[in-house]
């Protein structure tokens, strides 16, 4: 299928990012994850990750999960993230910088959710 680009202003794109957080938030809670602040108390490096990937699908917005995964991973390397055991920010480290193969089953759900949000969101 072929998409129509349209024109999202910034504030969109932004609310969408909080949406598409406060969804996957739900997620990880529901699966009994309770490190995800809300969108209001997020550190500034989380808000743009997620507003890097409602970018990304703006761009693209037949952009597929794996697709998605591998920019986020991108993102992060790029800013000096690497692997690690733990998500911890002040060490840059995150257990998710692995190939989109090797995610928990659980991991790649949240992948596609916050595709299928940010696109119900937008209208895309």
């Avoid at 989380?46 to 952009?63: K, N």
């Avoid at 995964?69 to 993102?75: A, D, G, I, Q």
Wanted: glycine share 6%; with cysteine; charged share 30%.
């Amino acid at each position: 299928m072929k998409y129509q680009r349209k024109t999202i202003p910034q504030s969109q794109i932004e609310k969408a990012a909080e949406d598409a957080h406060e969804v996957n938030r739900a997620y990880c809670r529901a699966l009994g994850d309770h490190s995800q602040p809300p969108w209001s108390e997020a550190p500034k490096w989380q808000r743009e990750s997620a507003v890097a990937g409602v970018t990304g699908i703006v761009r693209h917005p037949d952009l597929t999960p794996e697709e998605s995964h591998e920019n986020w991973c991108l993102n992060k390397r790029e800013a000096g993230w690497r692997y690690g055991e733990d998500k911890d920010p002040e060490e840059k480290t995150h257990p998710c910088l692995v190939e989109y193969e090797e995610l928990p089953a659980a991991q790649r759900a949240k992948d596609a959710l916050f595709g299928a949000t940010v696109r119900g969101v937008l209208g895309l």
